[in-house]
C-alpha cells in the first residue's frame, strides 16, 4: 500500500448516478486522497502543515453542482468540480491558524464533483470515466490547498502537478 498521510474524509456518492462500485467506496477515495496528501505535506506552507486532514468529496449530478455552481460562482449550469477551501487566508491577509489542539485534524473543505459532466467530457480528455473523476478530484485537492490557476502559466503548472498526483497508486 502507498504511504498515506492521515485523513478524515466525509464521502458521499449520489446512488442515482451510474459509477463502478469502486469510485461509489469511501474508501478507494480514503486511500487516493491520504496518498496525495502525503505526497503534498512537504511542499505546503506552515500553516497547512498538520499531522492529520479533514475534507469532505462528494459525487453528484449535474443538477445539484449547478444549484453550487448559481449560488457560490453565479454562474449558470454544470461545472465539472467546485473546491469549498476552508483553508483560506483571512480578509485581513494573515494565513488561516490550524484547528486547535493536535487531536483535531486541519479542516480543508469539500469537493464537489459532478459525474455527469465527467463522464461527458472524459473522452475530450482521452479518459475513461475513472480516469477522468480522478483528475477532477486532484484538481478540486490542490484548491483546497491553496493552488489556484488565474494565468496560463499558473494553469499549466497546476495541471502538471495534477498529472503527478494521479500516478501515485492507492490500495484500498
Known sequence: MAASTDLDLAFSADPDLEVAPQLAAADYWQ?????WLHQLVPELPAALQAPAYSL??????????????ADWRHKEGPTDV??????????DGTPPMPASGEAE????????ISV?????QAPEHGHDLEQELLFLASH???????????DEARLAAMLARQKELVKVPAEP
Open 82 to 91: 467546485l473546491a469549498f477551501a476552508a483553508q483560506d487566508e483571512t480578509t
Open 116 to 120: 455527469e459532466t465527467a463522464a461527458r
Open 140 to 150: 478540486g485537492l490542490l484548491h483546497l490547498l491553496g493552488w489556484d490557476h488565474p
Open 56 to 69: 469532505g468529496l462528494s459525487l453528484v449530478a449535474d443538477a445539484e453542482i449547478a444549484e453550487l455552481n
Open 31 to 35: 486511500a487516493l486522497l491520504g496518498a
Open 105 to 112: 485534524p486541519l479542516e480543508l473543505g469539500d469537493i464537489f
